[in-house]
Each structure stands twice: as C-alpha cells, then as structure tokens.
C-alpha cells in the first residue's frame, strides 16, 4: 500500500499542464467557464514473498529465499493505480502538487504502519485501513477546495487561455493556461475574435502583453511561419462568436 501511495504522489507531483485537458461549459449564471480534467492510469510492479510450499508443487525449479527457517519465494505482482479529478477553483498543477504532497505524507503514515507490523501484527491491518481512507479524504477535501469561484472565468481585461496544445507555437512561446492575454501586437483584445484578427498585423513577428495568474504583467513574442496554425495552440475560456458546440480537441 504504501508503495502505490509513494508512486501516486510522484506521479501528481510531475503532473504538468500537458497532463490535463480543459473543458469548456456553461456556469451556474449562463456565463462561460473552463475546468482541467485528469485520468492516468499505471502498472506498478510490486515484489512480493511467497510462501515457498505453495510454489514447488507446479515450480520446482522456482529460486527460494530461506529466511527465519522458512524458505520463500519471490512474486511479481502487477498493481494497477490510477485517479480521475478536475481542477475548477484552481490551476490544475497546483491542484495535483497540493493532492500530491498529502498522498506523500500518507504514503510514509502507511511505511510507518507497515513496518511497525512486524513487532504488532495488528498495526499491518491499520495501515491498509488508514492507506484507503486517507487516499479518499484527499480527494474529497480536493473537491470542496474545488467549489470555490471558478479559476478559469472570463477576464475584465483581455482574454482568458484555458488550454495550450502541447509543441505548438503557444507552448513554444511559454503560455500556460490560466494566463490572460490583455494586448497583441499592441492592439487591446477581449474576445477571441479579436485576437485572430489582431494576429493579422504581426506579419512574421508576434508579441503580446500577458497577465499571469498572480497578476504580473510579461510579454512574449515570437517569429511566426507560414506553415504554423493560425490559431497558435491556444484554447480560450469564452468560445469564439461563431461556436455553438462545447467541444475542443
């Protein structure tokens, strides 16, 4: 158990925005907003001891390991561990390094458990116990951070980035989701219209005035080619004027 624990935390603690994929819909007051779902799953391997008697009858030949007068063998089992979550009310990397530093935290509780069960058997049994629950309770106390005012809403002033395509020029070009754009190529945008037709006057050559999420102001430019999309990568929280779906990828 503590195993899969440690593995699940080192996973979402390397969770990157590339990770998730954002979602667009409708708020509780009909206004647009964004959300970043996750799903990974993985196999890990965990070596186990077996009881010698029970692997000679079909494994003679199997390599044993005797240990306090008993013989045992090793087992390869194949654990599969894998999570689900949305981040509404918070960036999504902060939302899996937050989720990842509490499943850490529980993981070493659980090592400690589980090594203290070979002086009290009983404490083998407190450790799976405390490893399900508590793996539970983080997910829960992340779904009530969740309830919050949304992260990805529409912004006063320029353009909300709800999801950058991996290697695509936005991603070259250092945006990250929950940025907003407030200026391109000098023009002020607010809609998404408004940036496409604002990147017509960069010719070969784009900057734009960022906001990040802790309300610092930087810019970014980069040369542009003739064989790179148009729209950079980018996904915003409000859909362009010609939408009617909710659809992205």
């Given at each position: 158990m503590a195993v899969l624990l440690l593995t699940e935390s080192i996973l979402m603690l390397r969770t990157t925005a590339a990770h998730t994929y954002p979602e667009r819909l409708k708020g509780t007051r009909g206004m647009w907003i964004g959300q970043h779902r996750s799903r990974r799953m993985t196999v890990v391997p965990f070596l186990a001891l077996f009881p010698g008697g029970m692997i000679e009858p079909f494994a003679a030949w199997w390599p044993m390991i005797p240990l306090g007068g008993e013989?045992?063998?090793?087992?390869?089992?194949?654990?599969?561990?894998?999570?689900?979550w949305k981040a509404r009310g918070q960036s999504p990397v902060v939302a899996a390094k937050t989720m990842g530093r509490h499943v850490f935290l529980l993981s070493i509780i659980v090592l400690g458990l589980a090594v203290g069960s070979?002086?009290?058997?009983?404490?083998?049994?407190?450790?799976?116990?405390?490893?399900?629950i508590g793996r539970e309770w983080i997910f829960v106390l992340h779904r009530m951070r969740e309830e919050k005012t949304p992260f990805f809403s529409s912004a006063k002033k320029g353009i909300r980035i709800l999801g950058v395509i991996p290697r695509s020029p936005a991603d070259q070009m250092g945006l990250t989701p929950g940025e907003v754009i407030e200026r391109v190529n000098a023009i002020p945008v607010r809609t998404e219209n408004q940036f496409y037709e604002a990147l017509q006057n960069?010719?070969?050559?784009?900057?734009?005035?960022?906001?990040?999420?802790?309300?610092?102001?930087?810019?970014?430019?980069?040369?542009?080619?003739?064989d790179e999309h148009y729209e950079l990568g980018l996904v915003f929280v409000e859909p362009a004027t010609h939408e009617e779906s909710v659809g992205f990828f």
């Open positions: 013989t045992y063998g090793l087992i390869l089992i194949p654990f599969v561990i894998g999570w689900e070979f002086f009290i058997g009983v404490l083998s049994l407190a450790a799976v116990m405390i490893g399900l960069s010719g070969a050559f784009t900057k734009m005035e960022v906001r990040d999420e802790w309300g610092e102001n930087r810019y970014v430019q980069r040369a542009m080619y003739e």
